[in-house]
């Protein structure tokens, strides 16, 4: 008996071990801020790119990494300090590509990184190539002009009223990025996260109190023994009071509006779980991972004339399908779910947990409402519009005069 408990001692030492240096070696290859880091300040010092952040990473160090929040390795997230200032720092550690469809991003190559625009573009040439850009990204908006003079001021961080070569390399950089140039078109929007400043492709933004929907964070190693459907139970419990709940479900449902149909075009949500939203101290949603939300006219470029074999081959991120048309084994390009719909699945839960009981069954109805939209049916902008004022106008009632609101 002895042999035994000793052995099983053992096989439990062994294999908690085993898990917890899986779980580290994943953590260290998830988190590779000094190397973001050393590759921003060699092309900064070498004078390839240039901006108002660049200068506090790489010359006094006053902006710094802080807790790693990174969910992908060539996508890194972490919560830092800049001049006192709390921020979220994103940087890439690989090239970024406009759809990925669950293949791997190619590695950076240091040959071609920020090489454009190129020694002697003129500012009319680099307008030009952002108007492409945007072209082919948002379509033929009848305003893109406008976007790109807010662009263009956006990139002249040092505000002396001209573009330098290293700023309109790093603003070239950053707009291959669909959440920088969201937070661009959105940045007068009360749920869009501020932009603080940029080095290259790496750019801060304003820091996010509650940086998940719900729930509580836990070290990653005690995160490994809870089970699944207990740790749901515990998001559950760790939530904000139902009033405050439902403030912050109105800032998603406000977030829906703004990118549904905006000033340049519609974008889709394609991740819409819950640790990509946040919220304040004034349970203000902000959203904190705007990386899978893209723009409609470019998803649908990309994704019309991918092979599949079935409609599971047409998924980008993991919210927005289309359907597999089997006559061509092509995706079709038009996507199933609208944005309201998916804001709804995941508030469905959140919400309808500890409602208050006289709007209970009002509220489930409408939720349920909502989540059945589609994209193809009849009439769906009025059916859109009419359930989202419908649901807002349900939940600003019963909270307007608490002090939660």
């Known amino acids: 008996m002895r042999v035994k408990y000793l052995f099983f001692s053992w096989l439990v030492v062994f294999v908690g071990s085993w898990i917890i240096y899986v779980q580290y070696s994943t953590y260290t290859e998830l988190c590779r801020g000094k190397d973001c880091k050393k590759i921003i300040c060699d092309k900064y010092k070498t004078g390839v790119i240039d901006g108002p952040a660049c200068s506090s990473l790489c010359v006094t160090e006053t902006l710094y990494f802080g807790k790693c929040l990174s969910t992908k390795p060539n996508n890194q997230m972490y919560l830092g300090i800049w001049d006192n200032l709390p921020g979220v720092v994103k940087c890439q550690m690989e090239q970024a590509l406009h759809v990925d469809f669950g293949t791997e991003l190619e590695p950076r190559k240091e040959i071609v990184l920020f090489d454009k625009p190129t020694r002697g573009t003129t500012v009319q040439k680099f307008k030009e190539m952002v108007y492409s850009l945007f072209k082919a990204k948002l379509g033929d908006q009848g305003n893109l002009s406008e976007l790109v003079s807010l662009i263009l001021t956006v990139a002249d961080g040092d505000r002396d009223g001209q573009v330098s070569l290293g700023e309109a390399r790093s603003a070239w950089a950053l707009l291959q990025l669909n959440e920088f140039?969201?937070?661009?078109?959105?940045?007068?929007?009360?749920?869009?996260?501020?932009?603080?400043?940029?080095?290259g492709d790496?750019?801060?933004?304003?820091?996010?109190?509650?940086?998940?929907?719900?729930?509580?964070?836990?070290?990653?190693?005690?995160?490994?023994?809870?089970?699944?459907?207990?740790?749901?139970?515990?998001?559950?419990?760790?939530?904000?009071?139902?009033?405050?709940?439902?403030?912050?479900?109105i800032g998603l449902l406000e977030f829906v509006e703004d990118v549904f149909h905006g000033p340049y075009g519609n974008f889709l949500m394609c991740d819409t779980s819950a640790k990509n939203l946040g919220y304040n101290e004034k349970y203000d949603l902000k959203m904190v991972d705007m990386r899978k939300i893209v723009p409609e006219t470019n998803l649908k470029e990309l994704i019309k004339d991918r092979h599949c074999e079935s409609d599971l081959d047409c998924v980008y991120g993991t919210d927005c399908r289309t359907s597999c048309d089997q006559s061509t084994m092509k995706c079709t390009s038009e996507v199933i779910q609208p944005n309201l719909a998916k804001a709804c699945q995941?508030?469905?839960?959140?919400?309808?947990?500890?409602a208050p009981s006289e709007i209970q069954e009002e509220l489930e109805k409408q939720l349920y409402s909502?989540?059945?939209?589609?994209?193809?049916?009849n009439q769906m902008e009025m059916e859109h519009s009419l359930i989202l004022n419908n649901l807002k106008t349900l939940l600003w009632k019963k909270i307007s005069y608490t002090n939660d609101s």
């Open 202 to 249: 790496l750019y801060v933004m304003e820091s996010v109190e509650y940086t998940s929907l719900y729930g509580i964070s836990l070290p990653w190693v005690i995160e490994l023994f809870i089970p699944s459907g207990f740790r749901r139970s515990m998001d559950q419990l760790f939530t904000p009071s139902w009033p405050r709940k439902a403030k912050i479900a």
């Open 346 to 354: 995941l508030l469905k839960d959140y919400l309808l947990h500890g």
């Open 181 to 199: 140039l969201l937070m661009v078109i959105l940045q007068d929007k009360e749920h869009t996260p501020k932009l603080m400043g940029f080095c």
């Open 370 to 377: 909502c989540i059945a939209l589609k994209v193809t049916a």
